[in-house]
């Protein structure tokens, strides 16, 4: 035997929208915004460890100064972290 349509099992009705709990506003997070702040974060303080670090860290990675380069692309990650979320449809009214 079918049940009619807008029903379940065992006769409980529902309306065919599942809600997270809070009604009447959308209450949508960027997630971009916290993975870019926390890139843009990590990224300055080990690029400032690169540039006022003790200056035998360069000697141990064949000349190049690691730190400041990784702090300096973590950086330029977060920056597309916050403009991949600022460009985002999502946002759009």
């Known amino acids: 035997m ?3 349509s807008g029903t379940e099992p ?5 309306s065919g929208t599942e809600h997270s709990g809070s009604e009447g506003g959308s209450h949508v997070i960027a997630i971009g915004n916290y993975i870019g702040a926390l890139l843009a974060v990590f ?4 690029a400032l460890y690169g540039l006022f670090g003790p200056p035998e860290q360069t000697e141990k990675s064949l000349g190049y ?3 400041l380069w990784w702090g300096l ?3 330029a990650c ?3 972290g916050f403009l991949g979320t ?3 449809r999502r946002n759009r009214p």
Not at 43 to 46: A, E, F, N, Q
């Open 73 to 75: 692309v973590m950086i």
């Open 10 to 14: 065992g006769g409980t009705e529902h």
């Open 65 to 67: 100064n690691i730190n």
């Open 86 to 88: 600022y460009v985002s």
């Open 78 to 80: 977060g920056g597309l």
């Open 43 to 46: 990224g300055v303080l080990i």
């Open 2 to 4: 079918t049940e009619p």
